[in-house]
Nanobody, 120 residues
Framework: QVQLIESGGGLVQAGGSLRLSCAVS????????MGWFRQAPGKEREFVSF????????DYADSMKGRFTISRDNAKNTVYLQMNNLKPEDTAVYYC?????????????WGQGTQVTVSS
């Protein structure tokens, strides 16, 4: 079964930076469009960013544009999220997941996520 393991979260002051990583087991990582999502306490999980299978195309939620950068290394089965100029409202648990570019199916399970806490 495929596993998604997020890491890199932590406590940071407003204006600071963090780099999140998501390592994915399995041999078909390069067939997946990968995305980052986040869930703040008491809120629904929301979209943060996605990156195409090749890394040639990316997109971000409006509030993250200009501050966050998504990237991937298909040789390492890993997707990254560089987060700069963090704000208290970025506090959440961050998750990754992916959609197969051929079948359209998503990874069947989520990882444990990584907690990001931004203090004011």
């Amino acid at each position: 079964q495929v596993q998604l393991i997020e890491s890199g979260g932590g406590l940071v002051q407003a204006g600071g930076s963090l780099r999140l990583s998501c390592a994915v087991s399995g041999r078909t990582f390069s067939n997946y469009v990968m995305g980052w999502f986040r869930q703040a306490p008491g809120k629904e999980r929301e979209f943060v960013s996605f990156i195409s299978w090749s890394g040639g195309s990316t997109d971000y939620a409006d509030s993250m544009k200009g501050r966050f950068t998504i990237s991937r290394d298909n040789a390492k089965n890993t997707v990254y999220l560089q987060m700069n100029n963090l704000k208290p409202e970025d506090t959440a648990v961050y998750y990754c997941n992916g959609r197969n570019r051929f079948s359209g199916s998503y990874y069947s399970s989520w990882g444990q996520g990584t907690q990001v806490t931004v203090s004011s």
